[in-house]
């Protein structure tokens, strides 16, 4: 014998269904949702103690040295899965000038020594590496850091998020934008 289903019995039923069908699509197995759960991780990755800096390199048998403005970031894979770091994961700009990254030297957390260069790091489920983004730079922009109020920012991207670190060159704060979803 069939029953008849009320209006409200049948309501309740059609938001049981859709209650499921919210849970499966935010189910652990989706990656990239996890990913962005992650508080504080842009696709990821935890980006912390930004420094910078700016320095001078002498190639071999070059006359002149090379001048940069440099960005160490600690980057730290909080996900399960790797992920590839390369120049391309950050936007530099100096008083809103875009430069372009020239040199991704990577460095074991806490190191002083000089780095490797890198196209491509990946940056495996718990490591955490120390990156420099190094820009270079004409003298003159050089020798008027510290000297004259230039603002320099890094913007790293990774998945579909980016955090924004900013340096005024006369002050020693740091500033880090909110975590943005693109």
Do not use: H
Not at 35 to 45: K, N, S, W
Not at 152 to 177: A, H, L, W
């Amino acid at each position: 014998m069939s029953e008849m289903f009320s209006r409200r019995v049948f309501m309740r039923g059609l938001g049981v269904v859709a209650a499921a069908a919210a849970l499966t699509a935010c189910s652990s197995t989706n990656e990239a949702v996890n990913q962005a759960l992650i508080e504080g991780a842009v696709g990821g990755i935890v980006a912390t103690d930004c420094k910078f800096s700016v320095g001078t390199f002498r190639s071999a048998g070059a006359e002149v040295p090379s001048y940069y403005i440099g960005a160490n970031i600690t980057l730290n894979n909080v996900s399960s899965k790797p992920v590839n770091i390369t120049r391309d994961n950050f936007a530099v700009t100096l008083d809103g000038s875009p430069l372009s990254p020239s040199m991704l030297m990577v460095f074991d957390v806490g190191s002083t020594s000089r780095g490797s260069s890198y196209v491509t790091l990946t940056i495996k489920p718990g490591e955490e590496r120390t990156i420099q983004i190094d820009c270079d730079v004409n003298k003159p922009t050089y020798d008027a850091w510290g000297k004259t109020n230039q603002t320099v920012t890094v913007t790293f991207t990774c998945g579909n998020q980016r955090v924004t670190y900013t340096k005024n060159s006369r002050s020693d704060e740091i500033t880090v934008s909110d975590i943005e979803t693109l």
